[in-house]
């Protein structure tokens, strides 16, 4: 017997309509998404979600000017044998 499939609506595919391809919803009718994982993985928010994370750190202007200043002091201090 065939395995159900399910039409993805963003990339007009049809994939096997299990958890594998598409995220639970358990509000449909057939407890799945409309659209496919691979769809959803690409939209412009999960993008910017990434990227924000690849960021560790964002400075302030402050933190800019005077963040080699600080490093130099902090290595020069490090350096010194009490």
């Known amino acids: 017997m065939t ?7 963003r990339c007009l595919e049809y994939w096997p309509a299990d958890t594998e391809f598409f995220y639970r919803h358990a509000r449909k009718a057939d407890g799945l998404e409309n659209t ?34 600080a490093r130099s002091r902090a290595s020069g201090a490090a350096g010194l044998s009490p």
């Open 3 to 9: 395995e159900p499939e399910k039409l993805c609506v």
């Open 36 to 69: 496919c994982k691979a769809c959803l993985s690409e939209s412009p928010s999960v993008k910017a979600r990434q990227a924000n994370r690849q960021v560790s750190r964002m400075y302030s202007p402050w933190e800019s000017l005077f963040s080699n200043e």
